[in-house]
C-alpha cells in the first residue's frame, strides 16, 4: 500500500466471496451433499444460478446472514443464488480501505460459517468442494485511482493504459503462488470450462 501511495496510486477494493451451504450428513457413498431446502425432503441437484427460489428456501439463514452483518458493521450486499445446488455469492461494497476489506471479507467468511451452523448445516468456501459442480471463488474487483479520483486503469478514449497492462503482467506473473492448496489446484484441473479473467477495462482470456 505505501509503494502504491508513493507513485501517487490509491486502489479501490470489493470483494465477491462465494460458498457453498452443505448438509450435515454425507450421502451413501460418503460424499458431500447439497441441504435440503429448510422443513422439506427437496434436496436441489441441478444449476440454480439467480434462482429467486432457491433464495427463499434458504432465505431464514441468509436473512441472518444479512442481519448480523449489519450488526457488525460487515458493509456486505444482498446473497444471490450461484451456479450449482447450494452455492450462493455475497458481495461486500467497495472501498478505498484496503486492510479494511481483508478484515470484512474474514469477518463475513467466519458468520456464514456461524449461522450455517446454526441452521444445521455446514459451510465451506473451499475452491473446489464437489468434482461435479462449478467450484467456489474469492473475487477481488480492484479499481486505480490518482489522488484527483480519476481511473488510471483506462484512458480517455475508454481504451487500455499502459497501467492497466502492467498490472495484469504482474498478476499473472504471481498467480502461482495464489495456488499452493489442494483446493485450490482441484479447481484448476476441473473439467469445467475455465472462465474469462475480467479487469475494470475488459476482458482478458480466456
Do not use: W
Amino acid at each position: 500500500m505505501a509503494a502504491a501511495t508513493q507513485r501517487g496510486l490509491f486502489p479501490v477494493v470489493a470483494v465477491e466471496l462465494e460458498f457453498y451451504l452443505l448438509d450435515r450428513q454425507r450421502d451413501a457413498e460418503g460424499y458431500l451433499q447439497p441441504p435440503c431446502a429448510p422443513g422439506t425432503d427437496d434436496r436441489n441437484t441441478q444449476s440454480q444460478v439467480y434462482s429467486v427460489d432457491n433464495l427463499n428456501h434458504f432465505a431464514d439463514v441468509l436473512n441472518d446472514i444479512d442481519e448480523l452483518a449489519q450488526l457488525q458493521l460487515i458493509p456486505a450486499d444482498g446473497a444471490v443464488a450461484e451456479a450449482s445446488p447450494g452455492q450462493f455469492e455475497i458481495n461486500l461494497y467497495h472501498t478505498d480501505n484496503v486492510l479494511e476489506a481483508c478484515d470484512d471479507a474474514l469477518a463475513l467468511k467466519r458468520l456464514v460459517r456461524l449461522m450455517a451452523e446454526k441452521h444445521k448445516m455446514h459451510a465451506t468456501f473451499m475452491a473446489k468442494p464437489y468434482e461435479e459442480h462449478a467450484g467456489s471463488g474469492m473475487h477481488i474487483h480492484i479499481s486505480m485511482q490518482n489522488n484527483r479520483g480519476e481511473n488510471v486503469l483506462s484512458d480517455a478514449e475508454g481504451e487500455d493504459s499502459p497501467l492497466l497492462k502492467k498490472m495484469l503482467a504482474g498478476m499473472i506473473d504471481l498467480m502461482p503462488s495464489s495456488n499452493g492448496v489442494a483446493g485450490t489446484k482441484r479447481e484448476l484441473v476441473s473439467p469445467l470450462p475455465a472462465g474469462d479473467v475480467c479487469t475494470d477495462a475488459g476482458v482478458v482470456g480466456p
